[in-house]
């Protein structure tokens, strides 16, 4: 094998060549820094034990697809675990609030009034799936136990886990959406791969997840929030979907800013500072004349002891990608 080509800001520690390329097979990495230590309080009992055993390693951004991968990473057995026994309200807020899923509600609400078929990989709860219009034909892919009570309340559940669709599942649906699933796939081309093989020829499929393009990444690289989770395995960008576009043969792809949650002007403006300052502490040099400024401000010197910025959920740090499938013989 081919020794990795690295351009870092720092020499990585205890990480082989081996490790360090990326999915797609390029050697072209650079190192952005140790990721942050996962904050435990939203943890569950076995997330806590996973994160306080396993190293949060180190944040790398692919030159070629673009794609920023955690490497290395928990193994698959671990990941598998936890995703088996986390309780689906884990996630229960950001299925529900994230607005790019009531965008994406909206639309169906109003632009389809004939009803489609639908799945959703990732349905956690539901309650994106419960709030789509009466009449669509609704499937999920879940491995939580919440997939129980999916299908009490009529939805079809293929399976746990994300796998190429079989032969009776492949171009079955309308829709397929992805929503903060991206980021939890060990290798994302082969899950994109795999969700696009649900979706018909001239069907969408939609993925929303964070991206790396965004100016925050920029400031706080490896001690972004967005890496909080251990298992935050790989972030995607505008860039690295564009690129997507090739390799899943979509006829079109676009791509909308999202943040994470929905916020006021005033909350994304105090995220942002807050953000530049922890950009500046993380970069230290001439840039601690910029956070002892700063910590003149209260708002500002509540954050002076800690190392790692706090959730800026309501900034516009994530996406959502559409990809239309290319009809048969195009």
């Given amino acids: 094998m081919a020794a990795a080509t690295i351009h870092s800001f720092k020499k990585p520690t205890n990480i082989t060549t081996e490790q360090v390329v990326c999915v797609c097979g390029s050697h072209r990495l650079i190192d952005l820094g140790e990721c942050r230590t996962p904050g435990l309080s939203r943890c569950s009992e076995f997330e806590h034990q996973v994160s306080t055993q396993v190293a949060p390693g180190r944040l790398y951004r692919c030159l070629n697809c673009h794609l920023g991968l955690r490497l290395p990473r928990p193994n698959d057995a671990v990941i598998a675990s936890l995703y088996e026994t986390l309780p689906a309200n884990r996630w229960h807020k950001a299925a529900v609030e994230g607005s790019a899923q009531h965008y994406l509600i909206k639309r169906l609400r109003n632009r389809h009034r004939e009803p489609l078929s639908i799945l959703d990989i990732g349905a956690f709860d539901g309650s994106f799936l419960a709030a789509i219009p009466n009449g669509f034909s609704k499937s999920a892919i879940e491995p939580s136990d919440a997939a129980a ?157 800690k190392d790692a910025m706090p959730y800026t959920q309501q900034l516009h740090d994530h996406l959502l990608a559409e990809y239309t499938r290319a009809e048969l013989g195009k």
């Fill in 149 to 305: 009570d999916l299908k009490k309340n009529g939805i079809m559940v293929l399976k746990p886990f994300l796998k190429p669709a079989k032969d009776v599942e492949a171009g079955q649906y309308d829709i397929v959406t992805m929503f903060d699933v991206f980021e939890h796939l060990a290798d994302p081309l082969e899950g994109m791969r795999s969700a696009m093989s649900y979706v018909r020829p001239g069907g969408k499929l939609f993925v929303g997840t964070g991206d790396m393009d965004h100016w925050s990444w920029r400031q706080t690289q490896g001690t972004h929030w967005y890496l909080d989770p251990i298992q935050h395995l790989a972030v995607g960008s505008r860039k690295h979907f564009r690129w997507q576009s090739t390799q899943l043969n979509a006829s079109s792809c676009r791509i909308f800013a999202f943040s994470h949650q929905p916020g006021t002007l005033g909350q994304r403006c105090s995220q942002a500072l807050t953000t530049i300052y922890f950009g500046a502490k993380r970069r230290g040099g001439i840039s601690r004349g910029l956070v002892r400024l700063m910590n003149h401000f209260r708002v500002f010197r509540q954050n002076a002891g």
